[in-house]
């Protein structure tokens, strides 16, 4: 072999190696990447909260900017049509009558059904803001302690259907639901006061000023086997209250309301 020969054999596996090492850079820097593309879709995937149409969020973040009460009215009026297309049908037994107790002790614009003095001034109110879930128990022992002790059923999607007089029905469900607690984080009292003020609904008072359900607030029910007998615990604006129920006649009516603690 001569030295031509040898020459070209030499540089001929130089080549080859920098090819080889070429490709395999390459590879590198393509898993690489695509461990990177991998890794950066499931962060957005873990970090992004569920998306939801802020449509309504801006006009309710609008009107209470420009003091705009045509487009607050038309937040509430969407808010009341959704809910009007979501109310439950009652097929489930157990729906049915939470359902039936729920429309016997919450009573937003009547307070003497708790015992206490009549607040005329409620009644001015255009919406009511009810929710749409419930914690309840069927059990055997109505006990004392209100259900302190239990380990809560929740029925979720749960949409009573109460009637009143004057005021609309609001179920708490996306988009709203997500568009009143956006609006609420900063500056609620005051944006709770306007909303208030506009007559649109009455909130309750609380700690942080960020609840917007209408009062009284039903926190559960206790509910005996034989489905004959209950108690809902409520509440109300800021006190706290028992209702004892019983099953007569086809119908849920209320025993005994028990006034509880105060904040």
């Not at 614009?109 to 009810?130: G, M, Q």
């Not at 059923?153 to 004057?166: A, E, R, S, V, W």
Request: charged content about 25%; hydrophobic content about 40%; aromatic content about 12%.
């Amino acid at each position: 072999m001569n030295r031509l020969t040898i020459k070209k054999v030499i540089v001929k596996k130089i080549v080859l190696m920098l090819i080889t090492l070429s490709v395999f850079i390459s590879c590198n820097m393509n898993r690489n990447s695509h461990e990177n593309i991998k890794n950066n879709h499931t962060n957005s995937i873990s970090e992004v909260d569920e998306v939801f149409d802020s449509t309504y969020y801006f006009i309710l973040k609008n009107a209470y900017i420009n003091n705009d009460t045509i487009q607050l009215n038309a937040f509430f009026e969407k808010w009341s049509e959704a809910s009007l297309k979501a109310e439950m049908r009652n097929e489930n037994k157990i729906a049915k009558v939470l359902n039936d107790i729920f429309i016997e002790v919450y009573h937003p614009f009547n307070y003497e059904k708790y015992d206490w003095l009549a607040r005329p001034e409620d009644s001015v109110y255009r919406y009511v803001i009810l929710p749409s879930e419930i914690k309840y128990k069927i059990t055997n022992s109505l006990t004392n302690d209100r259900g302190v002790n239990f380990d809560m059923d929740t029925l979720k999607g749960f949409y009573p259907n109460p009637n009143f007089k004057y005021a609309k029905r609001l179920l708490d469900i996306d988009p709203f639901k997500k568009s009143m607690k956006l609006f609420l984080e900063e500056d609620s009292y005051k944006k709770l006061w306007f909303l208030g003020s506009c007559n649109n609904i009455n909130t309750p008072i609380s700690y942080g000023w960020k609840d917007y359900r209408t009062t009284p607030e039903i926190k559960h029910i206790l509910i005996n086997k034989k489905l004959n007998k209950a108690v809902a615990l409520l509440r109300v604006v800021s006190a706290g209250v028992s209702v004892e129920l019983s099953f007569k006649n086809n119908k849920w009516n209320v025993e005994k309301v028990n006034q509880l603690w105060q904040e």
